[in-house]
Each structure stands twice: as C-alpha cells, then as structure tokens.
C-alpha cells in the first residue's frame, strides 16, 4: 500500500479518528491482490525495459484491453505504476517486484489468502488453526516460492556465517536439522575438506537440497536424510548441530525439547548453533511491524513463536550447552546467532 498521506491526511487518518484508519489497511490489502495479479501476468517485466502503452501491453501480455486499463488505473492509483504520455512506467516501489520481491510479494500473498481465514480461532483455543507444511506439501508452487525465499536468504547469510562463526577445530560431522534447501551445510563443508554435513528434513524440504548439494559438487559430503526431527534423533557424536530458523516453527515445550535432543547428538565440546529472528530487535518501522505479524503467522499456521535469546540461552544452558556466545549479522541485524558447546 504504498499511499504517500499528506500530512493533514495523516492527521485525519491516523491521529484524529476523523477518517477510519482502517481503511488504509483495506486499501492494503487490496492493493497487494493487485500487485499480485500484476506479478502472475508478467506485466512488471514487460514494463522492465521502459514504458508502454495500453494497447501495446494487452497484447503482449494477452489480457483482456478493459480489464488491464482498469488493474493499471488501480496499480497507478497505489504507487506501483506512473501513467506517462509514452504509457505506464515502473516507480521504484514496482522495481523490486522484478527481483526476489516478486516471488515473496506472491508467497505471502499465496499463505494470507489461504491460511489466515478463521485467525481468531487459533488466537481464541491458543492451538494453531492451520498445518503449514502438509498445506504447503500439496501446493507444489507456494513450496517452490518459499523454498526460493529461504534459499534467498541463505544465499546472502550462509557465506558470512560460515566465515564469522567458527566450528570447533578439526571438526569432521554437522547435522543440519530442518536444513532442507542444505545451503548452510554446504557454505560450512566448503572451506573444511574434513567436514561432513547431515541435513534432516521433511522430503518436502529436502528437494531443494539435491539439486543444490549436486551443484556445488558436494555429493559425497553433505548427506540428506528425509526425517521427522521431533522423533528420535539417533545421530550421536557430532561437532556442532545447527538449528537455523527452525525452533520458530515450534510452540515452547515441543522447541526446548528439540533443543536438547539436539544437544544429545553432540559429542562433549561440540557447538550448538541457533539462528533466529530476534523479536527484540527494533529495526525500522516496517520491521516493528513486520515482526510481531510474522510471529501471528507462526502461531496461526504453525502454533510457533519467536523467542527471545534470553529463552534460547536458557533452554541452551537446560539441555546442557554453555558459554553463550551471540553473533549479529551484518546482512541480517534482525536475526541473531546464538552459540553454544556442549559440556
Ligand atoms: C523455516 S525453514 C528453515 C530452513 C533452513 N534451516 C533455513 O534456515 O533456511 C524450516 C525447515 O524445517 C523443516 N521442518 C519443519 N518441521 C519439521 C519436522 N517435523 N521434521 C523435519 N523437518 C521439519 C521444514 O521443512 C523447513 O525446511
């Protein structure tokens, strides 16, 4: 929804109650359907080498002239287009729709419209009222948007991690749990030609992983292995475990509990590594907002919930892991990697 309010439309919207604020989100909403649909039917892309005009655009796009006139009005209308003399234009609101964006513009898009009906419920019995990944599973192009969303976000975090946050020395065996798309495992084996990688995950996850594990040429050494981790986890004597956005899918006894069974498949001096969303962390406004909605989501679609280092230290120092140690990422201040070894 991106509405530049004058500041007198500022006042009345949002300080005065003479306008309902409400609304703006109603507009929001309905303008991120918008930019959906703009997404689906290419015509970000086909306005990416500068701009056209009505008839040009129903043609190349195969759309209807007269309902494109009208979802063009609407996207110009919301931030997303210019209408030019030489035809409609990309703003730089509509840009990052033709990266990565657009595949995460869609995937939310996709889960709101389809999981977040019946909210109330889940927030009024405190059990979740949807199953993300059996959803998600049957949905094999929202799996592929979310696979492509984390992977972007390993793509960009994996490379820092691997160099920031060292294992212990010689280290020879990672497990990888929840470690599906496997780019943290791989970032981690590719400097250590000692270390092999393990990654468990639901063979919905793990799809990602071969192709990935293959490119990279890593057949031989990061292993994937299709698994439940909130059953038995029988692997034993690793030098560090990594559960990377992982306990956030998880309500607290079923995420303090992984946490140390993860803690069980270290050998004595190996690390755990947890990364997370931080909700502590203030961020600008549109993460203040963005986090704690993420945080209604997990609860909603996965009875998950963002925890604080504080928890994670404490549940880490339960199951037996000690001196914390905490590691901010440049690419990403808003999460936080929590180390710890195993006594
Ligand atoms: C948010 S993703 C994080 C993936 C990866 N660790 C990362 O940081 O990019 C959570 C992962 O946990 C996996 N997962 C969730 N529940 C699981 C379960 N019960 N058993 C195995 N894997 C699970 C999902 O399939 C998904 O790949």
Same mark, same amino acid.
């Given at each position: 929804?991106?509405?530049?309010?004058?500041?007198?439309?500022?006042?009345?919207?949002?300080?005065?109650?003479? +306008?309902?604020?409400?609304?703006? !989100?109603?507009?929001?909403?309905?303008?991120?359907?918008?930019?959906? +649909?703009?997404?689906?039917?290419?015509?970000?892309? +086909?306005?990416? #080498?500068?701009?056209?005009?009505?008839?040009?655009?129903? =043609?190349?796009?195969?759309?209807?002239?007269?309902?494109?006139?009208?979802?063009?009005?609407?996207?110009?209308?919301?931030?997303?287009?210019?209408? &030019?003399?030489?035809?409609?234009?990309?703003?730089?609101?509509?840009?990052?729709?033709?990266?990565?964006?657009? /595949?995460?513009?869609?995937? *939310?898009?996709?889960?709101?419209?389809?999981? *977040?009906?019946?909210?109330?419920?889940?927030?009024?019995?405190?059990?979740?009222?949807?199953?993300?990944?059996? *959803?998600?599973?049957?949905?094999? @192009?929202?799996?592929?948007?979310?696979?492509?969303?984390?992977?972007?976000?390993?793509? *960009?975090?994996?490379?820092?991690?691997?160099?920031?946050?060292?294992?212990?020395?010689?280290?020879?065996?990672?497990? #990888?749990?929840?470690?599906?798309?496997?780019?943290?495992?791989?970032?981690?084996?590719?400097?250590?030609? #000692?270390?092999?990688?393990?990654?468990?995950?639901?063979?919905?996850?793990?799809?990602?992983?071969?192709?990935?594990? &293959?490119?990279?040429?890593?057949?031989?050494?990061?292993?994937?292995?299709?698994?439940?981790?909130?059953?038995?986890?029988?692997?034993?004597?690793? !030098?560090?475990?990594?559960?990377? /956005?992982?306990?956030?899918?998880?309500?607290?006894?079923?995420?303090?509990?992984?946490?140390?069974?993860? =803690?069980?498949?270290?050998?004595?001096?190996?690390?755990?590594?947890?990364?997370?969303?931080?909700?502590?962390?203030?961020? #600008?406004?549109?993460?203040?907002?963005?986090?704690?909605?993420?945080?209604? /989501?997990?609860? %909603?679609?996965?009875?998950?919930?963002?925890?604080?280092?504080?928890?994670?230290?404490?549940?880490?120092? @339960?199951?037996?892991? %000690?001196?914390?140690?905490?590691?901010?990422?440049?690419?990403?201040?808003? %999460?936080?990697?929590?180390?710890?070894?195993?006594?």
């Amino acid at each position: 929804m991106p509405l530049h309010l004058t500041p007198e439309d500022a006042r009345r919207y949002l300080e005065s109650g003479e +306008a309902p604020g409400p609304h703006l !989100d109603v507009i929001g909403a309905m303008s991120a359907h918008a930019a959906a +649909a703009g997404v689906r039917l290419g015509l970000f892309e +086909a306005l990416a #080498d500068g701009p056209r005009d009505l008839p040009e655009l129903a =043609a190349g796009l195969g759309a209807d002239r007269e309902g494109l006139r009208v979802l063009l009005g609407a996207l110009a209308a919301t931030g997303y287009l210019t209408s &030019e003399p030489g035809g409609y234009a990309l703003t730089a609101v509509s840009r990052p729709l033709l990266g990565g964006y657009g /595949n995460t513009l869609l995937f *939310w898009q996709e889960v709101l419209a389809g999981l *977040w009906g019946g909210l109330e419920e889940s927030v009024r019995s405190g059990r979740r009222g949807a199953d993300f990944y059996t *959803w998600m599973a049957g949905r094999p @192009e929202v799996l592929a948007r979310f696979q492509r969303l984390l992977q972007d976000q390993a793509g *960009w975090l994996a490379e820092e991690i691997a160099a920031v946050v060292p294992l212990p020395d010689g280290a020879s065996r990672l497990l #990888d749990l929840g470690g599906g798309h496997a780019r943290y495992s791989i970032a981690y084996c590719r400097d250590r030609p #000692d270390l092999r990688a393990t990654v468990v995950d639901l063979p919905s996850g793990l799809e990602a992983g071969r192709s990935a594990v &293959e490119s990279a040429g890593m057949s031989g050494r990061v292993t994937l292995l299709a698994g439940d981790i909130l059953g038995d986890l029988p692997y034993r004597d690793q !030098d560090a475990v990594l559960l990377f /956005n992982l306990l956030h899918g998880f309500g607290e006894e079923r995420a303090s509990a992984l946490l140390r069974a993860a =803690a069980r498949t270290l050998r004595p001096g190996g690390v755990a590594l947890v990364l997370d969303r931080d909700p502590g962390h203030p961020g #600008d406004a549109a993460a203040r907002a963005f986090t704690p909605l993420f945080e209604l /989501n997990l609860h %909603h679609t996965q009875g998950g919930r963002l925890y604080s280092p504080e928890t994670v230290t404490r549940w880490l120092a @339960e199951a037996g892991c %000690h001196e914390p140690r905490e590691y901010v990422l440049t690419r990403s201040p808003a %999460h936080l990697l929590t180390v710890a070894t195993r006594a």
